[in-house]
């Protein structure tokens, strides 16, 4: 939930017993709304796994937004 709030992302939901968050980006530029979903469960072994997508509403291509956001996101929650 930091990083969702150090990213500026939008909290939509946040649910601590399913592991689930979801929030929305808003593009600098054009003002589009993209979805971020994150999954955080553990495996078998007890070890926390981590799933996001990023999804964007409207256009055919993102030009790339969508996985720089995750790349960012990633990046932030390893330092």
């Known amino acids: 939930l930091d990083a969702v709030d150090t990213m500026g992302w939008e909290l939509v939901e946040a649910d601590p017993q399913s592991g689930r968050i ?7 530029w054009f003002r589009f709304k993209d979805d971020v979903v994150i999954q955080v469960t553990a495996n078998d072994s007890g070890q926390t ?3 996001a ?3 964007s509403r409207v ?3 993102d030009v790339g937004k969508n996985a720089a956001r995750l790349r960012e996101f990633f990046s932030l929650l390893q330092s």
């Not at 979801?22 to 600098?28: G, K, L, S, V």
């Open 49 to 51: 796994v981590l799933q």
């Open 59 to 61: 256009g055919r291509s």
């Open 53 to 55: 997508r990023s999804l």
């Open 22 to 28: 979801e929030a929305t980006d808003t593009t600098f």
